[in-house]
Structures are given as structure tokens and as C-alpha cells.
């Protein structure tokens, strides 16, 4: 249990943090989620919108330190390649 003050404080941004990159780490999910199904579906012009608005999500959380760069990379890129493969 924390003692000090500042321990104190730390706990709670731990906890206020910790909230928050939870909800953003769903809402990448989400988002992942969406374009995924959108290419299974087979409806290339839905998956297009969907992947686009992924891409804001993807590189939101990037930009906040929730994921890696690199990890928002490789998460762009595949899902280009799905909905490009759509053919």
C-alpha cells in the first residue's frame, strides 16, 4: 500500500491511465475488427470507408504511446493488402 503522498498520487494516474488506454485500446480493436469483417462481407466500397477510418484510429493510438509505431504499421499494412486483394 502506498504510504507517501506522492505514491499516493501515483496510484491514482495509474488507475486514470490505466482506464484510459483501455478504452482506446478497444476502440483499435474495433476498428480492426470492422475493416476485417467489411472484406469477409466482400463489399469492396465499405471496406474502403471502414479502412480509412481505422487508419485515423490506428494512428491516434500510436501517437498516445498505447501501441508501438511499428505495431500501427503492420497493422496499416495488412489491412491494406485485405482490402486491396478484393480485387
Do not use: P, W, Y
Not at 495509474?14 to 483501455?22: K, L, V
Not at 481505422?54 to 505495431?71: E, L, M, Q, R, W
Amino acid at each position: 500500500m502506498a504510504n507517501t503522498a506522492q505514491a499516493k498520487k501515483r496510484v491514482r494516474q495509474t488507475a486514470t491511465r490505466r482506464e484510459r488506454n483501455f478504452g482506446l485500446r478497444s476502440k483499435l480493436r474495433t476498428a480492426i475488427k470492422g475493416v476485417r469483417k467489411a472484406v469477409a462481407a466482400g463489399d469492396k466500397n465499405v471496406a474502403e470507408v471502414v479502412f480509412r477510418k481505422a487508419v485515423s484510429v490506428i494512428d491516434s493510438v500510436a501517437s498516445k504511446g498505447i501501441i508501438h509505431k511499428n505495431k500501427a504499421s503492420r497493422h496499416k499494412s495488412r489491412l491494406s493488402g485485405a482490402v486491396k486483394a478484393m480485387g
